[in-house]
């Protein structure tokens, strides 16, 4: 029987979801059961019902595969409810915001059976898959270092767009609305699965903002793996020249470089980037597995050293702000853009380096929040407050 498909949160993001199940109903591999929005769904669902309460959707529709594309901080609850109705679940990213959700999901999945996919969309990237290969195969010898570098712009509307958005937290709740755990959050979950198997076992954390924000829009963050190897993080959404997006892998016979939002890959040796387009869908791939157990490419469980960083930035202290002459500004609210002088040349340096900005010489620069992270079979992943030395 073809697969029933309900999504909830249809506004937003959840439009290009809508979109994409239409494309898999006219190729008949699902059908779709129902939308739910607490506000009105705009633009309005032509023939499927449509709920304000997704309780009343899973009880009146029991869909096979229910899609969230809630806020971050609605996810575990309604993920809970989905899959205790007996559905699947693809749920967006960040699939959850503390390692205690993280592992209460993880009992709801083992109490259940049901799966969770988590939309990491670039995770099914041939690009991605390709980089990997190739490391495998020592294109850059023994792998060093990883390193990603961001540099995007967002208007004062951006922050405007719903009510979590530049929220620490909504409702006692984490909403965690920063570069780093939502519009940037791809490029740190690519260099995770770039050192899969190797866990983090450090947090070193500095975070700006430019704007009347609780949260970063500027971020560098080294995460220590267990061999040793860091994975530096250096993104800001308050960037001079735009730079896409680059995971790059250092190793002992050179470099490659992922530009993940556009799936193109420069292995050592290339003069350019090529492209490498493709990418298997999530809900196709939950759909397969759901056929013939498919391997999923982004099951919860792949998430959890994400979300233990995600803990990190739940007890880091605010981002600090820079103001004055260390940033432009250029239009009218609600278009205007602000931008840090420097900051891709900083940015770039700390990728280079694989270095903090504040090893560098960036003036604005504060020093890190430092965390450990332990890990015991029984209980995964945890942060623990003595600092990493
Ligand atoms: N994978 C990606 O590249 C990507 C891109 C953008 C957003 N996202 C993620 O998608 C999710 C939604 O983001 P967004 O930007 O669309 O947010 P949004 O706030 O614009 O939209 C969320 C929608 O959910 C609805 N909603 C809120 N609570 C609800 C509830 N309890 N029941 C039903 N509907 C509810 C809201 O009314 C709204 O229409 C977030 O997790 C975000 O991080 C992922």
Known sequence: MTPRVALIGANGHGRWHRRRIAELQEAGTVELAALVDVRPIEPGPDTAPHFTDHHEMLRETAPDVVIICTPPHTHRP?????????????????????????????????????????????????????????????????????????????????????????????????????????????????CLAIMDGDRPVGVEL????????????TACMRITLASGRPILVAVTLCGEEKIEGEVIVYGTGGRAVLEYPTDRLRLPGDDDFRALPGRVDLLENLIQHRADGTALIAPLARTEPFTAVLDVLN???????????????????????????????????AAERLALLSELPVPWAVGPHRVRLTATPESGLQITEEPVR
């Open 315 to 349: 007890s880091a202290p605010e981002p600090a702000f820079l103001g004055g002459d260390l940033v432009a500004e250029q239009g009218e609210k609600p278009a205007r853009i602000v931008t840090i002088k420097g900051v891709n040349a900083a940015l770039r340096q």
């Open 206 to 217: 500095e975070r700006y903002r430019c704007r009347d924000i609780e949260v970063d829009d």
């Open 78 to 190: 309604i993920a809970t409810d989905a899959l205790r109705a007996g559905a699947d679940v693809l749920l967006e990213k960040p699939p959850v915001l503390s390692l205690a959700e993280h592992r209460a999901l993880i009992e709801v999945l083992g109490e259940t059976g049901r799966v969770c996919q988590v939309g990491f969309q670039a995770l099914g990237s041939t690009a991605l898959n390709e980089m990997r290969r190739s490391i495998a195969y020592g294109v850059v010898g023994t792998v060093t270092g990883v390193a990603t570098v961001a540099s995007w712009q967002r208007d004062d509307a951006y922050y405007k767009r719903s009510p979590w958005a530049g929220k620490r937290s909504v409702d006692g709740r984490p909403a965690l609305d920063g570069a780093l755990a939502n519009p940037l959050a791809h490029a740190w979950m690519q």
